[in-house]
């Protein structure tokens, strides 16, 4: 696990492999992000300018009329990719050790968090800092209700709605709503609520 294969710690992260996260080129790349977030959670509502212009800086891309309101954290920026009009509500948290994509029209409410490391069960490698991580995706239109966490691997299809407070452990498919822990399919959108006899 600890050999050296040639390859750099972030070409080893970048690719899903261990990696060991405390290397100095990827310390510095989440100093960066981290100053970056720094002064982008600084702001106020006001100063919707020079917020855009942060989070140009900070993340991978971010399409138009796209607002993620702060504080946003997040481990690298670079590698978290917004659509166009998606609405982040207070306190994400997108881990972007992999990639996270999220689609257009996306809304995310408040504490959320976008998860892609992961870290071996067994002790000893995880006692000497191996860790990798799985990429996130988020189709177009899906709401994240507040408090929703989405672990590593996890691809959400467009039109899904996770409710707040559920923890997302498997692929969901287009066009449902689930909710729990783990989140579950209840219904397909469009579908009425289950009756629930109250």
Same mark, same amino acid.
């Given at each position: 696990?600890?050999?050296n294969?040639?390859?750099?710690?972030?070409?080893?992260m970048?690719?899903?492999?261990?990696y060991?996260?405390?290397d100095?080129?990827?310390?510095e790349?989440n100093?960066?992000a981290l100053?970056?977030?720094?002064?982008?959670?600084a702001?106020?509502?006001?100063?919707?300018?020079?917020?855009?212009q942060?989070?140009?800086?900070l993340?991978?891309a971010?399409g138009?009329?796209?607002?993620?309101?702060?504080?946003?954290? !997040?481990?690298?920026?670079?590698? %978290?990719?917004? #659509?166009?009009?998606c609405?982040a509500?207070? $306190?994400? &948290?997108a881990?972007d050790?992999?990639?996270?994509?999220i689609?257009?029209?996306v809304?995310i409410?408040?504490?959320?968090?976008?998860?892609?490391?992961?870290?071996?069960v067994?002790?000893?490698?995880r006692r000497?800092?191996?860790?990798a991580?799985?990429p996130?995706?988020?189709?177009?239109?899906v709401w994240?209700?507040g408090g !929703?966490?989405?672990?590593?691997? %996890?691809?959400? #299809?467009e039109?899904?709605?996770?409710?707040? $407070?559920? &923890?997302v452990?498997?692929?969901?498919?287009?066009n449902?709503?689930?909710?729990?822990?783990?989140a579950?399919i209840?219904?397909?959108?469009?579908?009425?609520?289950?009756d629930?006899?109250?």
């Amino acid at each position: 696990m600890g050999e050296n294969d040639g390859r750099s710690m972030r070409e080893r992260m970048l690719a899903g492999d261990l990696y060991i996260a405390d290397d100095p080129e990827l310390a510095e790349a989440n100093a960066t992000a981290l100053d970056l977030t720094a002064a982008y959670n600084a702001t106020t509502v006001r100063q919707r300018p020079l917020r855009r212009q942060l989070l140009e800086r900070l993340l991978g891309a971010v399409g138009e009329d796209t607002e993620i309101r702060p504080p946003l954290f !997040v481990d690298y920026g670079t590698h %978290v990719r917004v #659509g166009a009009r998606c609405f982040a509500n207070f $306190g994400l &948290v997108a881990l972007d050790v992999a990639a996270i994509a999220i689609g257009d029209d996306v809304q995310i409410g408040p504490n959320v968090q976008l998860l892609t490391p992961t870290h071996p069960v067994e002790p000893q490698p995880r006692r000497d800092k191996w860790e990798a991580a799985r990429p996130i995706t988020i189709g177009n239109n899906v709401w994240l209700g507040g408090g !929703v966490i989405v672990l590593p691997g %996890v691809t959400i #299809g467009e039109n899904t709605v996770v409710g707040a $407070g559920s &923890v997302v452990t498997k692929d969901l498919p287009p066009n449902v709503v689930a909710v729990g822990n783990p989140a579950r399919i209840v219904r397909a959108v469009g579908d009425p609520p289950p009756d629930t006899g109250a």
